[in-house]
């Protein structure tokens, strides 16, 4: 059995790449893994690992000023709102900027790994080798693994999940076709936005369970995520301020034909799209309530009314998946409720990470970006974490405060506002600084 370095680290998406320049700028040492043969993860358009559901067309919703890594501009030509080709670039070019490539080994996956009985992992690669670990930063992500409705009966047409969608042609030519989209979320928008266009789908429908509120991209001539109210604003207040002006910025939802919203903005994760209301208002994109029974080429709706359909996309969310770790205890249950100490720890568990685990509204982008100073410092030494119970308290308070506010979902176990959260963790990493310093302390004492 080879023995392995102190760290490892799963994936080298943007949290692992950025995971992996905060150990590196530290001296500590580790080894990245990535199963493809290229970074980026989610942002690789036609990613051969099989695991990204970028899209042709697709632009972040996220604004480049606050997608920026801290020490790593963007481009100052780019768009407020770049391509996945910008993107992933601009991933490439960090990663060659910092001197990260050789550390990380490529076209290699983790297949399993497992805490040991005197501590640390043992890390089994897709290349058959085994190594030993004393930490493990997971950063795989959470799209990746498709969730897709069970409906009563058969559909004879095409069906599959937004994230094998890569453009109007692939992975079915749908110009001319009935088009069903399920879903209301990012994606969705898009990718009915893109197909209600009149020279692809001959009809295009979005069938969904509730109504949402969609945000638009800008407002005012700037991007709406440069609006965010600052963190020392009361959340109530900040909140009811933001609600009072998306009403008066986008109107009623009814007023496109959109279904009306059984909630208030911003109680759930935003839809964001500078082209739906647009295609709504104009007819292009049609509405439906979620879907009843699949009969053949048609489908009943749980209004009872009936279309002829060619094909459906099901925009239906991701589960959170670890398929290296057996478990249950490493694992979401299955409402994908996964309580994490700063969205990072499991409480109990010694010498695992979880990096990017969020929906962090407005970005994940450099989200594990501020979770690394954390990492960083505990394995330093400079940080200690509180004791277990301490921990789940923590975690159950944190929780109350982010997802209080959010209807129940699985879509909405790991909201996250990141300001609020990245202040939060500034000062956790000041108490846990003050922890360890304390124990040297006693330990010398």
């Known amino acids: 059995m080879a023995e392995g370095k102190s760290v490892c680290i799963i994936g080298a998406g943007c949290s692992g790449f950025t995971t992996a320049k905060r150990l590196k700028d530290e001296r500590i040492t580790f080894d990245c893994f990535e199963m493809s043969d290229e970074i980026g993860g989610n942002w690789y358009y036609k990613n051969p690992n099989g695991k990204s559901a970028c899209y042709q067309s697709l632009h972040i919703d996220t604004s480049k000023w606050r997608l920026a890594f801290e020490d790593y501009p963007v481009p100052a030509d780019w768009p407020d709102f770049p391509s996945h080709a910008q993107l992933f670039q601009y991933f490439k070019?960090?990663?060659?900027?910092?001197?990260?490539?050789?550390?990380?080994?490529?076209?290699?996956?983790?297949?399993?790994?497992?805490?040991?009985?005197?501590g640390g992992w043992e890390v089994t690669l897709s290349t058959g080798e085994t190594r030993r670990y004393d930490t493990l930063v997971v950063c795989n992500g959470h799209h990746w693994d498709p969730k897709v409705p069970d409906y009563p009966g058969d559909f004879h047409g095409a069906h599959f999940h937004a994230h094998d969608y890569r453009d109007p042609y692939d992975p079915v030519d749908l110009r001319g076709k009935n088009v069903v989209v399920v879903g209301m979320g990012n994606s969705a928008m898009d990718v009915a936005s893109e197909l209600s266009q009149r020279h692809l789908a001959a009809n295009l429908?979005?069938?969904?369970?509730?109504?949402?509120?969609?945000?638009?991209?800008?407002?005012?001539?700037?991007?709406?995520?440069?609006?965010?109210?600052?963190?020392?604003?009361?959340?109530?207040?900040?909140k009811a301020l933001a609600r009072r002006a998306i009403k008066k910025m986008v109107g009623r939802m009814e007023d496109y034909g959109l279904p009306k919203p059984d909630h208030e903005p911003l109680d759930a994760h935003p839809s964001v799209s500078g082209e739906f209301l647009t295609r709504a208002?104009?007819?292009?994109?049609?509405?439906?309530?979620?879907?009843?029974a699949l009969e053949g080429d048609h489908f009943r709706f749980e209004d009872d009314s009936v279309e002829r359909v060619d094909a459906i996309i099901y925009a239906t969310g991701y589960r959170i998946s670890f398929p290296f770790f057996d478990d249950p205890a490493l694992k979401p249950d299955p409402q994908n409720r996964f309580p994490l100490f700063k969205r990072m720890v499991v409480p109990g568990v010694d010498?695992?990470?979880?990096?990017?685990?969020?929906?962090?509204?407005?970005?994940?982008?450099?989200?594990?970006?501020?979770?690394?100073?954390?990492?960083?410092?505990?394995?330093?030494?400079?940080?200690?974490?509180?004791?277990?119970?301490?921990?789940?308290?923590?975690?159950?308070?944190?929780?109350?405060?982010?997802?209080?506010?959010?209807?129940?979902?699985?879509?909405?176990?790991?909201?996250?506002?990141?300001?609020?959260?990245?202040?939060?963790?500034?000062?956790?990493?000041?108490?846990?600084?003050?922890?360890?310093?304390a124990s040297t302390r006693q330990r010398a004492a």
């Open 93 to 118: 070019d960090y990663v060659a900027h910092f001197g990260l490539r050789e550390h990380i080994t490529f076209n290699t996956a983790v297949t399993k790994a497992a805490r040991r009985p005197g």
């Open 351 to 437: 010498g695992l990470f979880f990096m990017g685990l969020a929906q962090a509204l407005p970005t994940l982008v450099n989200f594990a970006e501020q979770q690394s100073k954390l990492v960083a410092a505990a394995l330093s030494g400079r940080y200690r974490l509180p004791d277990t119970e301490e921990m789940k308290r923590i975690t159950a308070d944190d929780e109350r405060v982010e997802l209080g506010d959010y209807y129940q979902s699985t879509r909405h176990t790991i909201q996250v506002d990141f300001s609020r959260y990245v202040a939060d963790l500034k000062k956790e990493i000041a108490k846990g600084e003050r922890r360890a310093q």
């Open 205 to 238: 429908w979005v069938a969904a369970r509730r109504g949402v509120w969609v945000l638009p991209k800008m407002a005012g001539g700037r991007p709406l995520d440069k609006s965010a109210p600052p963190t020392w604003l009361p959340r109530k207040l900040g």
């Open 281 to 292: 208002s104009c007819g292009d994109i049609k509405f439906k309530p979620n879907i009843k």
